[in-house]
């Protein structure tokens, strides 16, 4: 899949278009600035991995699960936050066709990544299973499941988040799904259109549900709870 990136002509256009209209929604917050931010770097993920389907950091870019878990829980709930390591060459434990990359058992410091891409064009499809073990205190797995359509200058598609994970002797779940609609990212990477629909919950709290709006410019982020 290549997410066709705009150029910033493009950006400016759409930034004059929006130019009349008052923004709607609510400042973000920290937090939900810093999980629109994390999504937003999982779609470069993705897009990096259909090209290169053999690089450690993508791969847990893809499969990164904090940010919208910190937004969703409580404040003062306790994230294990998973490091990033170095390695970049997955090749000796992946398998690929020609559409299809599988991960057995892939090691990369402290984590275990398995699962699977299929398409590797502008529709793909991810299963991806992160088991991490940063300390005896301090391990857990998350799954996350994305299916996305690149084929025009929008992204557009599903990412469902399951967590588990123990943080100071307390166990944890969370489950999120984000809709992304009419993402656009201009010439280098940053969103400047388009929406993200957070649903979910962490442990035994109810669902909450926001939609964050992206642009026109790089950087403007409002809020719709």
Same mark, same amino acid.
């Given at each position: 899949?290549?997410?066709? *990136?705009? &150029? ?11 130019? $009349? ?21 999982? +779609? ?63 090691? #990369? ?24 073990? #940063? ?11 994305? &299916? +996305? ?5 929008? *992204?557009?598609?599903?990412?469902? #988040? ?7 002797? $307390? ?9 992304? $609609? ?34 026109? &410019?790089?950087?403007? +982020?409002?809020?719709?709870?």
């Amino acid at each position: 899949m290549t997410f066709r *990136i705009v &150029t910033a002509l493009v950006a400016a256009l759409a930034f004059s278009a929006c130019a $009349t209209d008052e923004p709607t929604g609510q400042q973000p917050t920290s937090k939900e600035r810093v999980a629109a931010a994390g999504l937003v770097s999982q +779609l470069r993920a993705l897009d990096a991995l259909t090209a290169q389907p053999a690089e450690a950091p993508n791969v847990l870019v893809a499969s990164k699960f904090a940010p919208v878990v910190s937004m969703l829980a409580a404040d003062g709930t306790s994230i294990a936050l998973p490091r990033r390591d170095s390695v970049g060459d997955l090749r000796p434990c992946m398998t690929q066709t020609s559409d299809t990359v599988v991960y057995t058992d892939c090691e #990369i410091g402290e984590h275990v990544v398995e699962g699977s891409m299929s398409g590797l064009g502008p529709r793909v499809k991810a299963d991806l299973v992160d088991v991490f073990v #940063i300390d005896p205190e301090n391990h857990g797995a998350s799954t996350i499941k994305a &299916t +996305l359509d690149a084929s025009g200058d929008e *992204i557009t598609g599903t990412v469902e #988040i399951d967590v588990m994970w123990t943080a100071g002797n $307390t166990d944890n779940t969370a489950d999120a799904t984000v809709h992304f $609609t009419g993402v656009v990212l201009d010439s280098s990477g940053c969103a400047v259109s388009g929406s993200l629909n957070v649903t979910g919950h962490v442990g035994n709290q109810t669902d909450s549900a926001r939609t964050l709006q992206l642009g026109p &410019t790089c950087g403007d +982020l409002r809020v719709n709870h």
